[in-house]
């Protein structure tokens, strides 16, 4: 699979291998290689500093990685409906960064010609 996949993190680098860890974790849950998943950490200052900001005691587990957990859950589920949507089937499965109708596994789609719908024809892509 050729592209990537970027993930966006409201923190810093602090060398402790987060980036590393969530490429992991994300690419496990999206069924890639860990090598296309770029991670970017960004730093939210427009927004007021919280007691709750920040990296000590351990932040980054419990809260980061569930959180990008969640989000590559949520991704996935909303791929298989718009895969569903465009090979006109009720059942489809996931592998090797591409969706494919369960009864009719020749019919195939590749989940960057999907994500570069919205790119392209943004009103072709089913509700989803």
């Known amino acids: 699979m050729s592209g990537y996949i970027r993930v966006f993190v409201n923190g810093t680098n602090e060398g402790l291998g987060h980036e590393t860890t969530l490429a992991e974790v994300v690419a496990s849950e999206l069924g890639v290689d860990p090598s296309v998943i770029i991670v970017e950490n960004r730093v939210d200052t427009t927004r007021t500093w ?8 351990s932040r980054f587990a419990p809260i980061v990685v569930s959180a990008a957990i969640l989000a590559a859950r949520q991704l996935r589920e909303k791929l298989t409906r718009i895969a569903m ?20 596994p020749s019919r195939r789609i590749d989940i960057r010609r999907m994500t570069s719908s919205v790119n392209w024809d ?7």
């Open 50 to 57: 919280a007691l709750s900001d920040g990296s000590y005691s």
């Open 85 to 104: 949507a465009m090979l006109g089937t009720d059942k489809v499965s996931y592998e090797n960064g591409q969706f494919y109708d369960i009864n009719n």
């Open 122 to 128: 943004p009103g072709s892509l089913p509700e989803a």
